[in-house]
């Protein structure tokens, strides 16, 4: 009970921040210095995007977290692996601004190895180039940002995450937007004689995805490092 509460006490702060301009103090934090967190490849970041959609996600999973991806080092300089429009590499310190607050959560899989990280960006690697999957769909064509990372950890043998209907997560006004936007271009229901959006909405609660919070609690998995002002896992 008490968790949960937290949890609403801190999207309302992200929230009424992102309302007031990002002029409260716990918004603005200082850019989390990357080297001395000692990142590895593999690891997996977390951050709050808001948004109609960011806010369904919130309200579905009670999280924070809205957008993950996966940290690469080697080259120049670190970037994360998502999916956000195509799948691509973004520079890491573009990435963390990107996010309110520049609140990161960074986790790492418990028994990491570097072969282990090379199979895993080997995976995600694969699906460079792909849409954005505006439908979670588990078709492999295109991709939403928690499903990259599940998959690209199952390239690797692990299983991250539990696969839930979206009718188990928490219905919200956001989420019904978001279907009332979309419902006539989801794939399932396009062009299908006699489908109404009543209809189109059953289907989508039966459809199977995994939400960033799912991951982040997956108990394979280790805190490196936060600086969300709660506990968010």
């Known amino acids: ?39 590895k490849d593999g690891d997996i970041i977390l951050q709050t995007i808001l948004g109609t959609q960011g806010m369904a996600i919130i309200a579905a999973s009670s999280s924070p ?34 996010g309110v607050g520049q609140r990161i959560t960074i986790l790492r899989l418990k028994n990491r190895t570097p072969e282990l990280a090379k199979k895993v960006a080997a995976a995600a690697k694969k699906h460079y180039g792909k849409p954005y999957d505006f439908y979670f769909l588990p078709d492999k064509k295109s991709f939403y ?16 995450g539990t696969l839930q209907k979206v009718g188990e997560l928490t219905t919200s006004s956001a989420m019904d937007t978001i279907i009332e936007q979309r419902w006539q271009y989801y794939p399932l229901c396009a062009h299908k004689p006699g489908i109404t959006l009543e209809k189109c909405r059953k289907i989508i609660m039966e459809q199977e995805l995994v939400t960033p919070a799912s991951i982040a609690r997956d108990t394979q998995l280790e805190l490196v490092f936060s600086n969300y002002p709660l506990d968010t896992r």
């Open 1 to 39: 009970m008490w968790r949960k509460i937290s949890l609403i006490a801190l999207i309302i702060v992200l929230a009424v921040g992102i309302f007031l301009g990002g002029s409260l103090a716990i918004m603005r934090m200082t850019p989390p210095d990357t080297k001395a967190i000692g990142i």
């Open 145 to 160: 940002c928690s499903e990259l990372v599940r998959e690209a950890y199952l390239g690797a043998g692990i299983t991250l």
């Open 65 to 98: 977290y809205t957008h993950m991806g996966l940290i690469k080092t080697g080259g120049k300089e670190p970037v994360v692996v998502e999916a956000i429009g195509p799948v691509k590499e973004t520079p890491l310190t573009q990435w963390i601004t990107r």
